[in-house]
């Protein structure tokens, strides 16, 4: 197997798939804000909440990644 040095994937590529992780993860922050206000159980809220703040920071990450892929391959 043939070794690389560098990445395959094109900027578009890679901007694409993150947006797309951005999406998901958005979807999941929805879902988890959503489940906020209608569990009835505080032990159960308190497992969602701690899910949600993780997929705020996997927005910021994922906004931090696309940030540099643009920066590193210019605009």
């Known amino acids: 197997m043939k070794k690389t040095t560098g990445c395959t994937m094109s900027k578009q590529a890679i901007i694409a798939d993150l947006d797309e992780g951005l999406k998901a993860e958005y979807r999941a922050l929805d879902l988890c804000n959503f489940l906020l206000t209608t569990l009835p159980d505080?032990?159960?809220k308190k497992v969602i909440a701690r899910i949600a703040k993780d997929e705020?920071?996997?927005i910021e990450i994922a906004k931090e990644l696309k940030n540099e892929i643009i920066n590193f391959y210019g605009h």
């Open 42 to 44: 505080e032990a159960d």
């Open 56 to 58: 705020e920071r996997h």
